[in-house]
């Protein structure tokens, strides 16, 4: 009689989601806390971080109106180019505990508390306690988290609400209602209101995840999806709409566009704009140029989240990633197809995938932070796949994907490392040994003791290198407009247009400056390059490049800085000039020039905060917030309360210090880029006529594309018809007197 014997399954059992093992909940506390501790440590030396959105949330917390519609200015002059769901929460903040730098950004520090207990209990459904905790570690440690989650720019909100996403679909999967379906679209509808187009780019996985594993039949999960899209649509729709009725003459300016719609600003400068470089009003080309090969915004292609720029910031578990997510969906054999393990890792596959591909082409403007959005997809499938592997050990192919993990994540932080050989250099070496000893005791049978010490071994290479970079971006004041975390690395040419504000080190990664302690520039720092600017032994910034010089808007002779003006050697007269020896307004040669030699092919040193800014009371620039004097704020304060705008200066970023330092309207002429036709030189001269604005500010200077009928035409109007007063370093022009 032959005796039948059960075969060993491909898939093991999802194990009961909602076992709680003993020491999860004090583990998760303890990260959680961990997490809330390190992203608030000495947070307010970011001061208000990006002044842009600063800027908006103080004119939020001044005017409802400007709460709904995201306005710069308390008196609705122009918006911020994005929606406004980002600066709710921080306005919410201000009002109650006013204005400063906590009451900005500990909203932020709160969503990514509330990002990493997302990740735990949406990994921890089907993959088990291990699993979701190594998740939430890991993205805590990812240092572009710890960079955008004490930041006030709108992706600490994107990420909660796309992690938020894929915890309702997660429950969908599990359970079948449409309940799941109608919360997953509504959560994607407030992330459109938050960055627009960004957040539909885990939709395709959203969908696909439910398609494929979702419990009732095909016709009733196609209806359920069409629910989950009627969501989205009312949940971010009700305020496109509000805003496309209301009477364009009775609201803001939409910035960002240039026909005042914030349709064209969603599918333009917001949307295929950022996909094809073709972004009216942006502040430079896209893509890659003819001379090259590399835009603006750098190279694109497959490698392009492992460059210098980028790579530090992301890129350390991506292979591990990658691998965990093809030998976790080997793993899942034959299993049926609502198999929650599988569909867990179809979703975050999917939104790595899509993301990942949609950064690494868009030829449009692209900033290492976005990379935040990649970082609960990279956690997510490192923490399922590495413990569903580990579970599984004992057949000796499996083990081969764990050590592949561990292998491609040592040769990863080994590249990242080398390229900032003075940060930790015993580190690299370390996880070099570490990591070559870790994949060799994957491969071997081991008992569980030992298995645990490899596992914990093997968390520890592949944490080590993103933990020191944390600790370092967390430890490093970051301001302005294009942050990155991390130390110096080698190769990291700034690509923006210009710098952004200011760090405690100096770095030019993507434009941001780190000044040194006494706010000049030291030798070997880099910065963005920026038009307009630069110095002999500089690299090229968009324009002409004549010997050892870059041109940018104006002309200027070898080993002088421009601005938008004309320069003689040696010295730089303009706005944002770099000389020898040269000025800027509210500067003087020692704490506004930069004047350190070039070192990598960048310009020759690091913009500080106060070069950025023009000094001390300096007037700020397209990247770079102002810094008003004691004198300045004191004039624009007395009587400010008679006027509308107590000033108006060109762009968003020069006016935002001088809004935020008086607490009263700036117009922001031309919006952020100061090439939005808002307003007009006639809506300007009629403001001027009815007495509505008390000063404008000289200097400050937008971006390409700068309409004659806006910023241009109104600073010569006001050059040509009203007497210029230089108070600390800035140039006034009293509007209400000839």
């Known amino acids: ?35 809330a501790i390190a992203y608030l440590i000495d947070l307010s030396a970011n001061g208000w971080a990006n002044s842009f959105y600063s800027a908006a949330v103080q004119a939020g917390s001044k005017s409802w109106e400007a709460f709904f519609f995201g306005s710069s200015d308390a008196a609705n002059s122009i918006t911020v180019d994005k929606p406004p769901a980002s600066l709710w929460l921080m306005e919410l903040s201000v009002r109650v505990f006013g204005l400063n730098s906590w009451s900005i950004l500990v909203p932020e520090v709160l969503l990514g508390v509330g990002s990493v207990a997302l990740v735990w209990a949406t990994v921890r459904r089907p ?101 989950a899209g009627a969501a989205m649509i009312v949940a971010a729709g009700w305020w496109l709409l509000a805003v496309e009725l209301w009477p364009a003459d009775s609201r803001p300016w939409i910035g960002g566009s ?51 720029a980028q790579g530090g910031q992301i890129a ?87 050590a592949a993990m561990v292998a491609v994540t040592t040769a990863t932080a080994w590249m990242l490392l080398s390229r900032s050989t003075n940060f930790v250099p015993w580190l690299r070496w370390t996880v070099l040994v570490g990591g070559i000893v870790t994949t060799v ?41 294009m942050p990155t975390a991390g130390p110096n690395v080698a190769g990291m040419h ?6 952004g504000e200011g760090r405690s080190r100096m770095n030019g990664a993507m434009g941001e400056t780190r000044p040194g302690a006494d706010g000049q520039n030291r030798a070997g720092g880099r910065n963005g390059s920026v038009p307009g600017t630069s110095r002999s032994d500089a690299g090229t910034v968009p324009g002409t490049n004549g ?43 020692a704490s506004g020039s930069n004047n350190a030699p070039a070192t990598d092919g960048t310009l020759g040193a690091a913009q500080s905060s106060e070069t950025n800014q023009g000094g001390p009371g300096g007037m700020g620039g397209l990247l770079g917030s102002s810094t008003p004097g004691a004198q300045v704020v004191a004039l624009l304060e007395s009587d400010g309360d008679k006027y509308t705008w107590v000033a108006a200066a060109i762009g968003s970023n020069s006016a935002a210090g001088y809004q935020l330092a008086t607490e009263l309207p700036v117009m922001p002429v031309g919006g952020f880029n100061g090439s939005d036709p808002s307003p007009t030189l006639e809506q300007f001269q009629r403001y001027v006529a009815e007495g509505k604005i008390h000063y404008f500010i000289g200097g400050g200077r937008g971006g390409p594309g700068g309409s004659e009928s806006g910023s241009a035409a109104i600073t010569a109007w006001v050059e040509q018809n009203f007497t210029a007063t230089v108070v600390d370093g800035v140039t006034l022009y009293d509007l209400t007197a000839h």
């Open 1 to 35: 009689m032959t005796t039948l014997t059960a075969a060993k399954p491909l898939a093991t059992p999802t194990p009961p989601a909602r076992r709680v093992i003993r020491w999860e909940y004090p583990a998760l506390a303890a990260l959680l806390l961990g997490t």
């Open 127 to 227: 993959f088990g306690s291990a699993a979701g905790l190594l998740a939430g570690s890991a993205l805590a440690a990812t240092p572009v988290a710890a960079l955008m989650f004490r930041f006030n720019n709108p992706d600490a909100l994107l990420v909660f609400l796309m992690v938020a996403a894929a915890w309702a679909m997660t429950r969908a999967v599990e359970d079948g209602r449409t309940r799941w379906l109608v919360l997953t679209g509504a959560f994607i509808g407030f992330g459109f209101l938050t960055k627009q187009l960004q957040v539909l780019l885990v939709v395709p996985a959203l969908a696909l995840t439910y398609l494929v594993a979702g419990p009732p039949a095909l016709g009733k999960r196609v209806a359920q999806l069409f629910a």
């Open 258 to 308: 240039q026909h005042n719609s914030i349709l064209e600003l969603t599918l333009g400068y917001n949307g295929l704009g950022r996909l094809n470089g073709e972004e009216t009003g942006s502040v430079g080309p896209g893509g890659e140029l003819p001379f090259g090969g590399n835009g603006m915004w750098g190279s694109t292609g497959i490698t392009r989240l492992f460059e210098p």
């Open 316 to 402: 350390w578990l991506i292979p591990a990633a990658l691998i965990g997510l093809v030998a976790g969906i080997l793993l899942r054999g034959r299993a049926s197809r609502t198999d929650p393990r599988r569909a867990a890792l179809i979703l975050w596959g999917g939104w790595l995938l899509v993301t990942g591909l949609v950064f690494s082409f868009m030829a449009g403007i692209f900033h290492a932070y976005y990379t935040v959005a990649l970082a609960p997809a990279v956690a997510a499938l490192v923490g399922a796949s590495a413990v569903a592997l580990w579970r599984e050990r004992d057949r000796r192919l499996v083990r081969v994907a764990p």
């Open 441 to 481: 005791a994957m491969l071997l049978p081991t008992p569980r003791k030992v298995g645990l010490v490899t596992a914990l071994a093997a968390v520890l290479v592949g944490l080590a290198g993103p933990v020191a970079y944390s600790v370092d971006t967390i430890a490093t004041a970051h301001q302005g407009s």
């Open 494 to 499: 700034g690509r923006g247009p210009m710098g």
């Open 547 to 589: 010997p050892g010089a870059g041109t940018g808007p104006g002309t200027n002779d070898p080993g002088a800085g421009i601005g938008p003006g004309t320069n003689d050697p040696g010295a730089g007269t303009g706005p944002g000039a770099n000389g020898g020896t040269g000025t800027v307004p509210g500067g003087d040669g």
